[in-house]
């Protein structure tokens, strides 16, 4: 009972540091702040919160960093941060913390659309766990494009609580509704992308908190050189101490941080337990943006329900199809333990034949 309720908990925790991720970032880019500019701050402060970590438990780590290996990190670095992290910057200036939070619930999706064709993962259309994986990918994918392409009416206004760090938000972005949902379904494909190539760089590499900080550095130094191609004036790299706040809150506790509770969750519970908090990100997040950032709730957010409801049916065929492969793995432990204590009982009869046939030898003599 403890260790599920500290599970629950860590989650719990995961999810209101995503949340607290898009709130603060929205409100510091809304008020000004450019998103290339809080793209390259991100990753060096993830680089100097996790890389202590990393020296601490992995600097005995005997894995050898070949080319290969440094080659797909970098690879991880491109998608899994800088070109994600633009993406959903971006797509979140462009659009509003529900939206985001709700078209993240896709990483499952894409990640499966990915996999199939690569051998990782397997359709199985001929099973109900199958049809509920396709089924969910294809609802998810609808959600998605609901959210994307339609806005609708206020549903819900904005709340009259007043922040004085909030004045520059609750603006109307009917004129960029669509390009923030797509920017945050392209930050979506390419978390999933990530994801694939991080599972490969796993098997090559056992030292996750070091390629992490590998990642995170390469990330660093390419995020640094675009911001400054594109906003070359230094003014707009100062901080003030709320933009201060969200840079290092998003590189030390939504990256880091989150990084270390997620991974602790994923041996403890598995990653299907982890996946089955996203939806709490946009509940969470939808809250949180409505109360403090005066955020309008459209009719189109009904797109977010339909997103929830195709994840759960993916995870739903997801654990179906875990669970038959535990059976069958089970069966084939408990058929060769059978053979073996077979195997067993046979060979002391054979002994005691040998043993009679040689007293039969000694009588006849």
């Not at 007043?162 to 960029?176: I, M, Q, Y």
């Not at 403090?292 to 459209?298: G, N």
């Not at 957010?301 to 929830?308: E, L, P, Q, R, W």
């Amino acid at each position: 009972m403890g260790s599920e309720l500290l599970a629950f908990v860590v989650m719990v925790i995961v999810q209101l540091g995503f949340a607290g991720m898009i709130i603060i970032s929205k409100l510091v880019m809304d008020g000004g702040m450019n998103p290339f500019v809080q793209s390259a701050y991100r990753p060096i402060f993830a680089t100097i919160s996790i890389a202590p970590f990393a020296f601490y438990f992995e600097r005995k780590n005997e894995s050898k960093l070949t080319v290969s290996v440094l080659f797909q990190i970098f690879l991880c670095s491109i998608f899994g941060i800088t070109a994600n992290q633009y993406a959903w910057f971006i797509g979140l200036t462009n659009s509003t913390p529900t939206i985001a939070s709700a078209i993240d619930n896709l990483i499952p999706a894409f990640t499966f659309i990915i996999a199939v064709p690569l051998g990782i993962e397997k359709l199985g259309l001929r099973s109900i766990a199958g049809q509920a994986k396709f089924w969910g990918t294809i609802v998810c994918v609808g959600g998605a494009m609901l959210l994307s392409l339609y806005h609708g009416k206020v549903v819900i206004g904005q709340l009259g609580f007043h922040w004085k760090f909030a004045e520059n938000t609750g603006k109307d972005v009917n004129s960029n509704f669509f390009l923030g949902p797509f920017l945050l379904i392209v930050c979506s494909l390419t978390y999933a992308i990530w994801l694939i190539i991080q599972t490969k760089v796993n098997e090559k590499y056992a030292a996750p908190y070091t390629c992490i900080t590998l990642m995170c550095l390469m990330a660093s130094v390419e995020s640094v050189i675009i911001g400054f191609c594109i906003v070359p004036k230094l003014s707009e790299w100062a901080l003030n101490p709320i933009r201060a706040i969200s840079v290092v809150y998003n590189g030390a506790v939504s990256t880091s941080l989150v990084f270390f509770l997620s991974s602790w969750c994923i041996e403890k519970k598995g990653p299907l337990y982890v996946s089955m908090f996203n939806p709490l990100l946009l509940v969470i997040s939808a809250f949180l943006s409505w109360t403090l950032l005066r955020e309008k709730l459209y009719l189109g957010v009904v797109g977010s329900i339909i997103v929830v409801a195709g994840l759960y049916g993916f995870l739903w065929g997801k654990k179906m199809e875990t669970n038959a492969e535990d059976i069958e793995v089970n069966k084939e432990k408990m058929n060769q333990l059978s053979k073996s204590i077979d195997l067993e009982l046979q060979l002391p009869n054979s002994n005691d034949q040998i043993s009679s046939e040689l007293t039969k030898t000694k009588l006849q003599i």
